[in-house]
């Protein structure tokens, strides 16, 4: 394990292998299995499983109960909420060893998991999406759309800052709390100015 200046509480369990950033801190009961790489600044709460291979970017805020499974990718300033939880297998059987068949999922920068959202793998998660409390996300997320619900729906869109978008008949929103400034184009929401 690469030694830097992070923190550990005397109940986590770190295995060989691992990249730990500068100012990561990882606490009570966490268990983060080798070959995994946290970057700088990351908050891992209490009882959070961090499986082989998983990348975390910088300022990722794992929040308590959480579980990580190998396959997922991680950008930077992700939220994930208390006991959300990924998966990395779309046909689990306990008799059937299927390691090779772990799919790949991406949380794009700055998108944020509600408490107790499941995220089936194979399904990218847009950059600045905002998916609700509770749901069950089974198909990719666009950047910047809030989904919410079993099976999960888009029901609008959300600015980096947090705030919902309501998008005039020029399809131009200004986040009130922010002054950012975005434009809707054919479904597809960016960011100007």
């Not at 794009?108 to 509600?114: M, N, P, V």
């Not at 029901?155 to 009130?176: M, T, V």
Request: glycine residues 10%.
């Amino acid at each position: 394990m690469e030694k830097s200046n992070y923190f550990a509480h005397e109940t986590a369990v770190i295995d060989k292998d691992c990249n730990i950033g500068n100012g990561t801190k990882i606490w009570h009961f966490s268990h983060i299995m080798s070959n995994c790489t946290l970057g700088e600044n990351c908050n891992i709460g209490q009882n959070v499983v961090v499986s082989p291979g998983v990348i975390l970017g910088k300022n990722v805020k794992v929040q308590n109960n959480v579980s990580i499974y190998t396959g997922v990718i991680c950008e930077d300033d992700v939220f994930l909420g208390p006991s959300m939880v990924f998966t990395n297998v779309i046909n689990p059987r306990s008799a059937v060893n299927r390691k090779d068949e772990y799919m790949r999922t991406v949380v794009k920068k700055g998108a944020s998991i509600g408490a107790n959202a499941t995220i089936v793998c194979g399904n990218d998660i847009g950059k600045f999406s905002f998916i609700g409390a509770g749901a069950v996300v089974v198909k990719e997320v666009k950047p910047y759309a809030l989904v919410v619900g079993n099976p999960s729906k888009q029901i609008g869109w959300i600015s980096e800052f947090g705030q919902r978008l309501h998008f005039n008949e020029k399809g131009e929103a200004n986040c009130s709390e922010s002054n950012e400034k975005y434009i809707l184009n054919n479904n597809v929401v960016s960011k100007i100015g």
